[in-house]
Every structure is written in C-alpha cells, then in structure tokens.
C-alpha cells in the first residue's frame, strides 16, 4: 500500500497506523465516537485508547478540536465511567478539555428497572491549545425586540428595570438534542449496517461549529462514515480510518451516494 494518505478518501486501517502516516499538525478537526467497554461487537477489534489520544495529539494542528463522543457501560450494578478515563487521560496528553458537552437522545427505549433511562453521551471537546476557530449554532429567541429588563439588585434590594433589547437570536447551550433511528439519525438505510452510527446533525453542527470550509476533517474510527459524509457535504476534506472493510464499504457507498446527490440537485 502507498505510504501517503490522501485527502477525501476512506481507508480500511487500524486509526494509530493511519495516524502515523499522517504529518505532524496536519488536521484541523476529529469528529469521532470510540468503542468503548465492548458496547458493541466490532468483530473483536482491538482498541489501544492510550496511544490513540497520544497519536491524535501529535497529528492536530496548534488551535484543533477533537470532539469524543462516549459513553459509560453499566457493570454489576456500577457504571463504568469510562467516559471520564478517557477525558482525563486527553488531559494527560496535553489538550484542554474546552468543553464537555451531551449529546442527548431524545428517543430511547425504557432500559432500566430501578433507575431512569439513560438518555444521553457525553460530547468531549478537547483542544490543542486555545481553539482556533468557534462559528457559534444560533438558535432563535422566542421573544425579541424591546422590553423592560430588570438589571443589578442593589443593596436595597429592590429590583430596577430598564428598557433594554432582546436579540433575535442566542447561542446554543450545551446540550444538543438528537432524534435517532431511521429519518433521525440519517435517512442512509445502508447506514443502519453499521450497530452504533452518531447523528448525521451531530457531526454536521460540530463541522460548522470548530472548522471552516477547505480544513481537513478526520474520523480515525469512521464506522458507517457519517463525519466524512457531512464533512464533504460542507465542503470540508476529509479523512476516515476504520479497521473493518465492511465498514469502510458502508462508508464508501454513503459518500458515493452524497455525490451522486449532490450533482443531481
Ligand atoms: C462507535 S463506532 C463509530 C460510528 C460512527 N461514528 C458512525 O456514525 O458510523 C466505532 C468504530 O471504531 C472502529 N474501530 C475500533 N477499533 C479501531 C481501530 N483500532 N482503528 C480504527 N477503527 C477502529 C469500529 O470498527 C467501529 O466502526
């Protein structure tokens, strides 16, 4: 196999030996979801999470963001809390922890007899120094235009009013509802292939979010593909790591679609 990674292309790799290929500070973004406490069967690939976040952090550019969407198992009674090893082991490695963020499911089956349904991911994002770029999602204001606003309590405590503007819009708290399934995560059927695909919108909103059109995406562990796919469709590169060809194959054929789309519209 050639030595070199090209760019808008999905290869069937183990993601350290991709990232190895791949140049110092060459990546602006990662947009991924890691297996994690053998949630899935992956077909029982291995997973070296030590040397992943070390690769990653050689491989992103000064200012990059790698977004780590996971989760926690419960075992015997006692949730894993894996989601926080791993957090904290990217500290270890020298990226701030920029923010940490859910990713909430807004439909999940019933799961739990004794305490409430887990409806959400955490969404990590972590950064190579203080980030480089923040596009941030608005959201539009339910009221606007101007109103009497209370401000400051003084120590008399009586509250002052004074006129003052409501925006349209505001930025996006934290916490990002997702529908998933069929026509929630994706409308790709091919995708469903795949036991654990992240929202299309997921990794859509985190592309707008840390990049800008022309910077390089990567997914190491790209599964069905969805980052790469919402990468091309925003006029991002992309790169996709998977170490199943069946995946990759997923991958492929989503992108392929994506285009064939594209040009028909
Ligand atoms: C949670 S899934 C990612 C799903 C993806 N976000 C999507 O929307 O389809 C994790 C993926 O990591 C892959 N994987 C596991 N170990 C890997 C490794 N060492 N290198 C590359 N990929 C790996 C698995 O094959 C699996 O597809």
């Not at 920029?98 to 004794?114: A, C, E, G, L």
């Not at 887990?118 to 190579?128: D, Y």
């Not at 539009?140 to 004074?162: I, M, W, Y």
């Not at 790209?222 to 996709?240: E, F, Q």
Request: proline fraction near 5%.
């Amino acid at each position: 196999m050639d030595n070199r990674i090209e760019m808008d292309r999905i290869y069937a790799i183990d993601c350290i030996d991709g990232m190895k290929k791949l140049p110092a500070e060459s990546v602006d973004l990662v947009v991924t979801s890691p297996p994690y406490d053998d949630i899935r069967d992956y077909r029982g690939y291995s997973f070296d999470f030590e040397s992943i976040a070390f690769e990653l952090f050689r491989v992103m550019k000064k200012g990059g963001i790698v977004v780590w969407v996971v989760g926690d198992r419960i075992r015997n009674g006692n949730k894993t809390l894996t989601s926080f090893n791993h957090a904290l082991h990217f500290q270890g490695v020298g990226f701030n922890v920029h923010d940490v963020m859910i990713y909430q499911k807004k439909n999940t089956p019933f799961m739990r007899s004794n305490a409430y349904t887990n409806a959400f991911e955490f969404m990590f994002v972590f950064s190579k120094g203080k980030p480089r770029i923040f596009n941030p999602l608005k959201t539009k204001t339910k009221r606007n235009g101007l109103e009497l606003l209370p401000f400051n309590k003084k120590s008399d405590g009586v509250n002052k009013k004074a006129l003052g503007e409501l925006k349209m819009e505001k930025t996006l708290t934290n916490i990002w509802p997702y529908a998933v399934g069929l026509g929630g995560s994706t409308t790709d059927r091919i995708a469903f292939k795949h036991p654990a695909i992240f929202p299309e919108k997921l990794a859509e909103d985190h592309i707008l979010s840390w990049s800008n059109p022309g910077d390089v995406v990567l997914d190491p562990m790209c599964g069905s593909g969805t980052t790469c796919k919402m990468a091309l469709i925003n006029n991002r590169r992309y790169i996709g790591f998977d170490v199943s060809t069946e995946y990759c194959e997923i991958a492929e054929e989503r992108l392929r679609q994506s285009l064939t789309d594209s040009v028909a519209s």
